[in-house]
């Protein structure tokens, strides 16, 4: 490998997008060691030589308040990476560059991307990239990362940084440091070389703002009088926000004289003054993320065509096995579990992929800011980013969608909290089942259940956010968007495919392993392998029937209620199985297929299932776990085994609770 480049910056800074321009399919995705946030590596060969990239997880600073600032620090400061790539927002400059000024004083070689710089000339701002470089001692440059075929200039700028060995000149950044009450003191305590590849500038100003790593650090590289008067002169000297002045005292100084902006009339636009209305704002963008979710449709429909092809195999497949001799066990495993698992996700990664490229597309123009903005302070209440608005409402579509529309919360706690409260929503195929078996039993009533079910969603989230809230989100850690709202602009289309098409690759991956493991499970539990014998969930439900009693469930209607959460509709294909003495397998199966219910299965229902049994049936498929893709997308998203356990177990139990209650108040009813 000739160089290993880090790329280093905050949210929203283009790092992805530089990182897929660079790698392109190579790259994988998994987690650090230990750790439940994303590692992005990937590789990219020019003129004959083979270069490493590592995506490092976005933060706003390097102070280790958090697992991305320690995973990115420590990478930094292992000598790992050749060369670090600092990007910084164009459009947004003097915000941009704080992660630039808190990395300074770190000796690993470096080069600044100025990135957006197409949105940067729409308002009007000339950067003179040359003046900067100079100040800095660091090569400089200025891109729209989304237009890969213009990466000389990047290519240019890392390979000076690597022979040169760049490193970024701290002389005017001390010098507004030493305003800074026991700054000059502390750093004259601390000598170089105390800590690998970092300066005794940078520890100094660590120290300042109590960064915990730093300070162990020092335990072991000062004596134990010299650590005494450093702690002693730091808890005097103002913290993080006598240092945070600091650094942006010395970013003005920087743009000065190589920052010039227009001095505009500032004009709202039209589509602003609707969405940010306090009257016509939230409606604007319910309506927005509504037809976004219509418009995914469109191109989910080719993925979904391959799924339904994958479907139509089972038969042809089946009968050329059985003409082949092989075994009725083993064709049942490979038709109904493998090929129908795959069906199943194709199917779904299709409205993945839609969701993904409707609202990467919103995102792409500033819609998504927007959005953003405007359900701020609402999702605030439940600890949430404004964000977490738009999976809730594609969730009313497909779970799934919704935890991968959550990729746009940059907060781990906040992006697991709003999988958690998202899973409450009901999902298209519940409402494809809801409405049915609540005119069936309770004809002109089902309204009510209707809506009491959408009552009974709103609590549900509100008691789930109390739940897991403080787990994921302590209150002190809890914070809205500080953002500006960026202006609109043409979206870069190879840019927006290559990010879409990376990670629906990258979910189908991930999503087939938790699917085919869950639905292999199912299948060796509903399954007969001898001629005549109950499979062992026939057997269970039969012995655990006193205690499905307790939730208003026969041990048929709990056996669909488990089916339930492989697929809602196959909830209904378990019942007209069991009344009708079928195949528990095939039923089981059809959990997946979506296949059409049985013309009898009213009538199967009203002779075997009273009222308060089928409220609570109702109630208890409503709020189970979604389905087995979107408990699979959960965990790619989560990157989180313990966590995608945690909220299958709550939303199982939860369910289950439900049902007791709703059954005992249908017995007072009817």
């Not at 940059?410 to 958690?420: E, F, R, S």
Request: charged fraction near 15%.
């Amino acid at each position: 490998m000739s160089a290993t480049i880090a790329l280093l910056g905050q949210p929203n800074s283009g790092k992805s997008t530089v990182f897929n321009a660079l790698t392109g399919l190579r790259q994988h995705v998994g987690n650090w060691p230990g750790k439940t946030v994303e590692k992005k590596e990937g590789t990219f060969t020019r003129n004959g030589k083979e270069y490493a990239v590592a995506d490092l997880p976005g933060s706003y600073s390097l102070t280790a308040n958090s697992d991305e600032e320690v995973i990115t620090r420590d990478f930094i400061e292992s000598g790992k990476a050749d060369v670090v790539c600092i990007l910084a927002d164009s459009s947004q400059l003097e915000r941009s560059l704080y992660m630039m000024a808190d990395y300074a004083g770190i000796n690993v070689p470096s080069f600044l991307v100025l990135n957006m710089a197409d949105v940067a000339k729409e308002q009007g701002k000339t950067i003179n990239a040359a003046a900067l470089e100079e100040k800095l001692g660091i090569p400089v440059i200025q891109i729209s990362a989304t237009d890969s075929k213009k990466y000389d200039s990047f290519f240019a700028a890392m390979d000076r940084a690597i022979t040169q060995k760049s490193v970024i000149n701290i002389s005017g950044l001390e010098a507004a440091l030493s305003k800074v009450e026991g700054y000059e003191s502390i750093k004259e305590l601390i000598p170089e070389g105390s800590v690998k590849n970092v300066s005794s500038m940078w520890l100094g100003v660590k120290a300042i703002e109590n960064d915990k790593l730093v300070v162990d650090q020092l335990k072991e590289a000062l004596s134990e009088s010299t650590l005494g008067q450093v702690d002693a002169l730091r808890k005097t000297s103002g913290g993080a926000l006598a240092t945070g002045n600091s650094k942006f005292v010395w970013i003005d100084e920087l743009l000065d004289g190589v920052l010039e902006e227009k001095k505009e009339k500032v004009s709202i636009s039209k589509l602003d003054k609707l969405y940010l209305s306090p009257v016509w704002g939230k409606p604007a963008v319910i309506l927005t993320i509504l037809l976004g979710l219509i418009g995914s449709f469109i191109p989910a429909l080719p993925l979904m065509g391959v799924g339904s092809a994958i479907g139509a195999l089972k038969g042809p497949v089946a009968n050329a096995l059985a003409g082949a001799g092989v075994s009725d066990t083993l064709i049942a495993l490979i038709c109904g579990v493998i090929i129908q698992s795959f069906a199943y996700i194709f199917q779904m990664l299709g409205f993945v992929f839609g969701v993904l490229l409707v609202f990467g597309l919103l995102e792409e123009v500033g819609v998504m800011a927007r959005i953003s903005y405007v359900f701020d302070n609402t999702m605030a209440k439940l600890g949430l980013q404004g964000k977490s608005v738009m999976p809730f409402l594609v969730s009313f579509g497909c779970t799934m969608g919704g935890a991968a529309g959550s990729r746009v919360i940059d907060n781990w706690g906040q992006k697991v909290l709003t999988i958690a409260l998202a899973w409450a929503v009901p999902c298209g195929a519940a409402w494809s089942v809801i409405p049915m078996l609540s005119a069936l039993f309770f004809g002109p009533g089902a309204v009510l259940v209707i809506i009491a079910i959408l009552a009974t969603m709103l609590l549900h989230m509100w008691v789930t956010a109390r739940v897991f809230g403080g787990k994921l989100v302590k209150r002190e850690d809890r914070f809205g968007m500080i953002m500006e709202l960026p202006p609109y602009h043409k979206p870069k289309w190879g840019a927006l495919f290559r990010y879409v098409l990376g990670r629906t690759k990258d979910t189908f991956f991930r999503v087939s392993k938790v699917v085919l493991l869950v639905c292999t499970l199912f299948w060796l539990l509903s399954y007969s392998f001898v001629p005549g014998a109950d499979p062992v969930l026939f057997k269970i439900g039969k012995v655990i029937e006193p205690v499905t009693r307790v939730f208003g469930m026969g041990w048929k209607l709990f056996m669909a209620f488990i089916a339930s959460s492989v697929g809602k509709e196959g909830a209904l294909g378990v019942i007209s199985a069991l009344f009708t003495d079928g195949s528990f397998y095939t039923a089981f199966s059809d959990a997946m297929s979506g296949a059409a219910r049985d013309a009898n299965l009213g009538t199967l229902l009203l002779a075997n299932v009273s009222k308060p049994e089928a409220l609570a049936f109702i109630f208890a498929i409503t709020f189970n776990m979604p389905c087995v893709v979107a408990l699979a997308a959960t965990y790619q998203e989560t990157a989180s085994a313990k966590w995608t356990a945690r909220i299958a177990a709550y939303y199982t139990a939860g369910a289950l609770i439900l049902s007791a209650v709703v059954y005992h108040i249908g017995l007072l009813i009817w």
